[in-house]
């Protein structure tokens, strides 16, 4: 087990295996498993600053692809249970898509997802409100990590970087 996890760690390693460690991380992130991308993305973003764009393009993909599998997961969940529909359900039907623009907030960000697909709520708008979301979130994020000078985080990773 012990060589099976140090193997784990050595794939996602990102000097070697790069933008595809950030794409399965922002990916595997966005589902219903408790894991964030932002250190992959930044760590990434740190590393090859020229690529700014891409690693937050690559993320947003890979995090909004698994944000799609929450949403077929909630889908069907709803055929296989049927459940009475409670107010904060109804909210969320009543608002439609553009709720999925929270998609990126932390804990409630993936669960909503897999509601949306549970309320069958229109799959390609979902998507789309879901990618404006974890797009804005990625670039907000690692350009305040990377360009936002003398910050707690900055002092936070000093000791890393030396």
């Given at each position: 087990m ?15 295996h790069g ?10 992130s966005a ?18 600053p020229?690529?700014f ?7 947003t ?6 944000g799609?599998?929450?949403?077929w ?6 055929e ?19 709720v ?8 409630v ?8 697909g549970w ?5 390609w ?6 990618s404006?979301?974890k ?12 360009w936002?000078p003398?910050s ?11």
């Amino acid at each position: 087990m012990e060589a099976f996890v140090l193997r784990l760690i050595e794939w996602f390693a990102l000097p070697r295996h790069g933008l595809s460690s950030v794409f399965v991380i922002a990916f595997v992130s966005a589902t219903l498993l408790p894991m964030g991308s932002e250190p992959a993305v930044f760590g990434y973003a740190k590393l090859n600053p020229d690529q700014f764009w891409v690693v937050v393009f690559v993320a947003t993909a890979g995090n909004t692809l698994g944000g799609m599998v929450d949403y077929w997961m909630g889908y069907g969940a709803h055929e296989a249970f049927a459940r009475k529909r409670e107010s904060h359900i109804r909210w969320l039907e009543r608002l439609g898509p553009k709720v999925l623009f929270f998609a990126w907030l932390p804990v409630v960000g993936d669960p909503l997802c897999a509601v949306a697909g549970w309320l069958k709520l229109a799959f390609w708008p979902c998507v789309f409100w879901m990618s404006i979301g974890k797009f804005l979130r990625y670039t907000l994020m690692t350009a305040a990590l990377l360009w936002v000078p003398n910050s707690w985080w900055t002092q936070l990773l000093k000791p890393l970087s030396g």
